[in-house]
């Protein structure tokens, strides 16, 4: 479906992964279109799953959240049901922002945002290795955020 989108969807996407608070005539008069077509190209956009969701976007920093981890993680075993177990466990702790099976030698990577090293200390003792599914972790603390967007490269859709 991404394949098939034509230039108006793509600016409107990008508009919106820019700026979600843009009315539907801000929009439209952006991508040189009339208020109403406008708006039903971004209801169907939204009815085919393209846009999820509309966020105010928050400064972790600013609310205090300064410690960033990226952990591997290896399971005791990786039959179904303990991958199953694994991820509904780790879908509960809000501390792990993004979580994703890995192929290689990791099963999977978690990014894990905490206040600080101690909060994030606790979350490891209480939580991952208390895991009778965890079998091996190792923590990449980040050190220098260089780039962190959630604006994905529209532009790349519409090239040959």
């Given amino acids: 479906m991404a394949n098939s ?7 409107i996407l990008s508009l919106l992964q820019s700026d979600a608070t843009l009315s539907t005539g801000e929009i439209a008069e952006r991508v040189n279109l009339s208020q109403s077509p406008c708006w039903r190209r971004i209801n169907k956009l939204e009815q085919e799953g393209l846009i999820r969701g509309r966020v105010a976007l928050l400064d972790r920093t600013a609310l205090g959240m300064d410690v960033v981890v990226f952990a591997t993680i290896n399971l005791t075993s990786t039959g179904r049901q303990n991958l199953l177990t694994f991820e509904q466990e780790i879908v509960r702790h809000p501390e792990v922002v993004e979580c994703y099976t890995m192929t290689g030698i990791w099963d999977y990577m978690l990014k894990i945002v905490t206040r600080d090293i101690r909060h994030y200390e606790r979350f490891v003792r209480d939580t991952l290795a208390a895991s009778p599914s965890v079998r091996e972790m190792h923590s990449h603390v980040a050190v220098t955020e ?7 490269p529209l532009e790349t859709q519409s090239a040959g």
């Fill in 146 to 152: 260089i780039k962190n967007t959630t604006a994905l």
């Fill in 5 to 11: 989108l034509a230039q108006a969807d793509l600016q």
